[in-house]
C-alpha cells in the first residue's frame, strides 16, 4: 500500500476536521410534568419514563 512521501499540513489537516459538525440534541416535552427532556430518556424532573415511575426523585429542603 502507498503511503505518503510528505507530511500534510496542519492547515490542510484543519479544513477536514472543520466538516464535523455535532448535532444538538432535540428535546421534548415530558408528558407527565411538562419540563423539556430528551427522547427516550427518563425524566429528570419527575423520574418517569412511559408512563412509569422509574426514579425517585428527592427534594432537598
Excluded: F
Excluded at 455535532?22 to 416535552?29: D, Q, R, T
Excluded at 427522547?39 to 432537598?60: P, W
Aim: glycine share 6%.
Amino acid at each position: 500500500m502507498a503511503n505518503p512521501t510528505s507530511r500534510h499540513s496542519k492547515a490542510r489537516r484543519d479544513k477536514r476536521r472543520a466538516n464535523w459538525k455535532g448535532i444538538m440534541p432535540n428535546p421534548s416535552k415530558c408528558p407527565e410534568c411538562g419540563e423539556m427532556k430528551q427522547s427516550h430518556r427518563v425524566c429528570s424532573a419527575c423520574g418517569k419514563y412511559d408512563g412509569k415511575a422509574v426514579l425517585e426523585i428527592v427534594v432537598k429542603e
